[in-house]
Structure formats: C-alpha cells, structure tokens
C-alpha cells in the first residue's frame, strides 16, 4: 500500500510540474513540443500504475477491481 501511495505523490507532483511548463511555454514552440512529450509519458506512467493496482488485486485473490480501472 505505500507504494501505491507513493506512486501517487509522485504522479501528482510531476502533473502540478507539467501544468507549470505549460503555462510558462505558451510563446516557445520547442517548449510546447518538450512539454508534451512530457505530458504523454505522464499519462503512460498513470496507465502503468492503474494496471499494476488491477495486477495486485488480482494477485491478492480477492477479485477486486478499483472503480478507477474497471470498464
């Protein structure tokens, strides 16, 4: 559990440190492009720790599926 909530802090810091850049780079198109690779790798890592939490529950045996993930 600590680290699903580490993972989380991390993510929340890193989209806090997007949404700065974005707004400082609103005139320089190599910051705007820098920005969002950024902003796509950072989705990517929250689609990996959506799939690592729905892998855990799985591994616990319990069937439970966080609403975030279920489809």
């Known amino acids: ?3 699903q909530a580490q993972t989380t802090q991390h993510l929340d ?3 806090q440190l997007l949404d ?5 780079a609103a005139g320089d198109p190599q910051a705007k492009a ?3 690779v950024a902003h796509a790798t ?3 890592a929250e ?5 690592r939490l729905v892998m855990a529950a799985d591994a616990a045996g ?3 599926v966080p ?4 489809q």
Do not use: F, H, I, K
Not at 20 to 24: C, H, K, L, S, Y
Not at 47 to 51: E, K
Not at 67 to 70: D, E, G, L, P, T
């Open 67 to 70: 609403a975030a993930s279920a």
């Open 1 to 3: 559990m600590a680290t």
């Open 20 to 24: 700065d850049v974005m707004e400082e």
């Open 42 to 44: 950072l989705v990517l």
């Open 47 to 51: 689609q990996v720790a959506a799939v």
């Open 13 to 15: 810091a890193a989209r």
């Open 62 to 64: 319990n069937g439970a």
């Open 34 to 36: 820098t920005a969002a």
